[in-house]
């Protein structure tokens, strides 16, 4: 989820078994139904506050978790998105805390690999929607993010 105009992205924090608040791109299950953009937008709004506009698929991630005594395998299909309304908020149940973060910080305050390669793979095609390759017109995203704590709210 990307605030284009203030080159800010919307993250998600979750306590790890350990205790460790881990930050992660917002995510979760299709619901019968739906496709995985609508899935995309419906747990962006549930766990950041943020509505969102899908702008391209950037990539799918596959991995394995324990819950109780089950290992449960997910597969998670990740957008660009564009934010286009709502205010930040936890109040999702699941969710502990969430952020701004600036673009050029992400790769360094996401806790999980797979996602950080899919941020580079965004942050990729942002770059070539403002050189007019891949995204065009109203799917052009904002200018390069300026540095800063990481978790400034917009």
């Known amino acids: 989820m990307i605030d284009g105009v203030h080159g800010l992205a919307a993250i998600i924090g979750r306590l790890d078994r350990r205790g460790r608040l881990l930050w992660s791109l917002p995510k979760g299950h299709i619901e019968p139904g739906e496709t995985p953009e609508h899935t995309a ?38 957008f660009l998105m564009d934010a286009v309304g709502g205010e930040l908020s936890d109040e999702d149940v699941e969710v502990t805390e969430v952020a701004w973060v600036p673009l050029g910080e992400l790769d360094e305050v996401l806790a999980y690999a797979d996602e950080r390669r899919l941020v580079r793979r965004a942050l990729s095609l942002r770059d070539d929607g403002d050189r007019g390759v891949g995204l065009v017109g109203s799917e052009r995203l904002g200018a390069r993010p300026t540095r800063g704590s990481g978790t400034e709210q917009a």
């Open 41 to 78: 937008v419906r747990e962006v709004a549930e766990e950041t506050g943020i509505i969102g506009r899908v702008v391209t698929a950037i990539g799918t991630i596959d991995y394995w978790f324990v819950a109780g005594n089950r290992r449960i395998h997910k597969t998670v299909h990740h």
